[in-house]
C-alpha cells in the first residue's frame, strides 16, 4: 500500500509540473480546460464530467507513462454545467453538446427555446473542440464512470434501453457489467476483444443523434473509444486504458 501511494505521489507531482489549462467560460459560468502531455499527438484522452474523478486520476496517470494529450473539463465538480438565465437556471450535459441536434435537445430538456443561447453554446462549443483539436486525431479516449446498477454493458443488450443504439457485442471473461469499451470502429473491437474486457460497438448508421461525443466521432470517420468504470474501480480503469495503448498503439 505505501509503495502504491508513493507511486502515486510520485505520478501526481510530475503531473502537475507539466500542467498547464485555460479558461473558457459559458455563459458566465467559469469551466477550466486542464490540459497535459504531448501538444498535437495522434492520440487525445479526455474527461469531461467533472464528478467522474476515477477516471481523471487514470487519464492522468497512464497518458503520463503512455504518451497521448490529457484533457479535463473542470466546472464546480458535477456532471452538468449550469448557467443563469434570466430568472433561470440552464443544465448542459458535456457529452450532449458535440453536435448542433444535441444542443437543442439539451435546451429542449431545459424548456428553452431562444436561438441566442443555443448560438452562445455552439460558440463555446467550437471553441472547445478547436482547443481539443478532435479532428486531427488518429484515436481519441473518452474517459467516463458510472454507477453499480445504472448505466452499463447490459444497457445495450435485447430488450434494454439503448439495445438499437449498438452494431454488436462483445462479452469478455471478466463478469462485471459495469466496465466495459465503447467503440465506433469495428477494427478497434477486433483489437480490443482479444483482451478480458466488454466491448460495445456503437451502431453508426442508426444511432440516435444525441451530441456526444462518439455521435461526433462517428459522423467525422475519427477512431473513438470510451473506457468506462464503476467508480473508485482506478485499478481496473488504469489497465484497461493500458490495454487501449498497447492493443491499438502498440505500446508495451
Ligand atoms: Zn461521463
Redesign the pocket.
Known sequence: MKGFIFFVFLCTSSILAAQDSLQLSLMGRPVTVYFSGAPQSPVMLYN??DN?NTSAIAGRIVSKKYGGEYFELMHEGK?LISFQYGEDSIHIDP?RIYTDCGIWTQLEKNKITDTMVFKTIQSWRNSLLSILDVSSRELVIAL??NTNQHYSYKSYMPGEEFELEAAALHKGSLNDKDDFYFVTDPHIMDQLSQGRYNIILQANNTMTDDGSLSVYCAQLGIPYVNVEAQYNRLMRQMKMLIYVFQQLMHKE
Open positions: 469531461m464530467h467522474e456532471r457529452n467516463h464512470n
